[in-house]
């Protein structure tokens, strides 16, 4: 299943009412790893391509948005810990996810030092002089790898991680 860019993303919720957030190009400013930070985890191109699917690579480290639905993560609800598909570093604990059906997986924070953000400003918004707050989204990498978790957006009143199954391995703590 291809991933959608996020500018897709934001267009179908917006016009369904989903997300409370303007239908704007989201696609990641500086793909993953491509940025002037030092990560402690580098690999090359060819090392991620055989790690990730084309599916995981395209939103890991290109910054693309997975089908609403398509990751088994999405409405996933046992308690454990969710990790960063590209290095294994913790990034949520299901205590702090959010199920909504809207298709991703909602956390209302991140582990403690496990993500970096950065301003995503795309396309025409670029250029922009005079931006409204919501023309600018917060991309949350993961702070060991540079992969790309999600964003911070406003969803039902709240500043919430709306991130991308894809990107995230989950490990079932036991009772």
């Known amino acids: 299943m291809k991933p959608i860019t996020r500018r897709g993303l934001?267009?179908?919720s917006a016009t369904a009412g989903g997300l409370s957030i303007l239908a704007i190009d989201a696609n990641a400013d500086v793909p993953a790893g491509r940025d002037p930070f030092d990560y402690e985890i580098n690999r090359s191109e060819a090392e991620w391509r055989a790690l990730l699917s084309d599916g995981d690579y395209s939103i890991l480290r290109e910054?693309?948005?997975e089908i609403p639905k398509s990751?088994?993560?999405w409405n996933e609800t046992r308690e454990g810990q969710y990790n960063c598909k590209g290095c294994d570093l913790p990034q949520y604990s299901s205590?702090?996810?959010v199920v909504l059906d809207k298709g991703w997986l909602f956390f209302t924070a991140s582990e403690p030092n496990s993500?970096?953000?950065s301003q995503d400003i795309q396309g025409e918004m670029a250029e922009a002089v005079d931006l409204d707050p919501f023309d600018v989204l917060?991309?949350?990498h993961c702070r060991r790898c540079g992969s790309h978790i999600g964003h911070i957006l406003p969803v039902i009143g709240k500043a919430l991680h709306c991130v991308n199954g894809a990107s995230l391995?989950?490990?079932e703590i036991s009772t």
Do not use: V
């Open 138 to 140: 917060i991309e949350a």
């Open 115 to 117: 993500q970096l953000m």
């Open 63 to 65: 910054g693309s948005t």
């Open 71 to 73: 990751s088994p993560l």
């Open 169 to 171: 391995n989950f490990e």
């Open 10 to 12: 934001l267009k179908s």
């Open 95 to 97: 205590a702090t996810k």
